[in-house]
């Protein structure tokens, strides 16, 4: 093995991989971010189509604890979140789009992007990281980030065996889909400045128009509208004008303009379903973590309070924590 042995390695740089490796990084450790796609933030994610800018991932961000709230407190300070332009004290929004916040907590941080994990393989004295279309890396620790799903399949790729209780409780783990319609307007849309979430159990869950947030500049509107879990699921192979022809029925009174453009992101591991008992794992005999919002909860909180979780438990903090697996 190669004398270069990396100190800890987090495979994924999505909120959960950023604030854990900023954690780290201001206890003394070297962490090194690996990201499969040309951006951090995983679903705290913006897109642009032709001139009109969507959050195509989650909309908006809220606390319920002190130690999150104090975090998106240091982001308003920062300039990358603000209230929702509606006035609502407790949702906040990236600015000048959600991306950036990941951009701004990846600042002094090592984030290899496009390097995309094919296998993880434990050995005697490290971890091995075979990525994609680049040399191997070695680490001393090891955290995994992305959905639990993808997770395990790189410890099964690497023929790493986990406990059997800890496999079972972690195969248990799933999430719900989610269609992200993007969709741009020739005028200002009926949409209030809030969105609007439909409580009616059809196919929409959220609509928002990216405009009246602050996002997309311009005076048409740029609507983002997230399709509710058993519909993304039934409909999820089909393409988006397929999408847009079943659900703009239901949209186009909320809409009031005409649609003039149309995008789509499949969310494959959008919501989890089910979340673990522990708002982390860390297995100190192997030296692996495995944290993200199907482990500290759903929502973007949820990615925070697992990372916070890991990152003491690396550090040696949060003793009188159950450790899982010990």
Known sequence: MSSAVEDVVIVGAG?????????????????????????????MSTKRVEGAVFDQGAQFFTARTPRFAAEIEAWCEAGVAAPWPDGAP????????????????????????????????????????????QPALHARELVLTAPVPQSLALLAAGDVVL????????????????????????????????GLAPDDGGPVRWIADNTKKGVSPGTSSAVTVHLAP???????????????????????????????????HRWRYSEPKTRHCEPCVWRPDL???????????PRVEGAATSAFALADRMAGEGSSAREVGT
Do not use: Q
């Open 15 to 43: 909120l959960t991989g950023l604030l854990l490796a900023r954690e780290l990084h201001k206890k003394g450790r070297r962490p090194v971010l690996l990201e499969k796609s040309r951006g951090a933030g995983g679903r």
């Open 90 to 133: 407790y949702r906040y929004v990236g600015r000048p789009a959600m991306n950036a916040v990941g951009k701004h907590l990846s600042a002094g941080l090592e984030v290899r992007r496009e390097a995309k994990v094919l296998a993880v393989k434990r050995n005697a004295e490290a971890w091995e990281i075979t990525v994609e279309n």
């Open 163 to 194: 406990p059997a209780d800890l496999a079972a409780e972690l195969r248990g783990l799933d999430y719900h889909p989610c269609l992200a319609l993007m969709l741009t307007l020739a005028e200002t849309s009926a949409l209030p400045a809030g």
């Open 230 to 264: 058993a519909f993304s699921e039934e409909n999820y192979g089909r393409t988006e004008a397929e999408v847009l022809a079943l659900v703009s029925p239901l949209i186009t009174p909320w809409l009031g303009a005409a649609v003039t453009g149309v995008a789509m």
């Open 287 to 297: 030296r692996l973590g495995i944290a993200g919002d199907a482990i500290g909860g």
